[in-house]
């Protein structure tokens, strides 16, 4: 919950920014520009941040080795914003 300051961002995309420890280079979260929300680097965490996963997303390029084995919603893309908000 510190550090805001020393947290760079650079567009890797069109609108959509990857940010990344200035000291050490480790990714820390995913800011794009047309939600609300970000994407939080759990490896960046201490201790565990009290939620669980609610759905998976862009599983059409997910490793062909790799199984999800849960219940949760799969979404072969990115859905729309007023799915993805309404989760």
Known sequence: MQ???LVRYFESS???HRGFCSVCGSPLVNRPDRTPELGIALGGLDDD????PERHFF???KAPWFEITDHLPQHAELPPDSEVRGA
């Open 3 to 5: 550090g805001e300051e």
């Open 14 to 16: 069109p609108g959509f």
């Open 49 to 52: 941040p009290g939620v669980r």
């Open 59 to 61: 599983v059409a390029s």
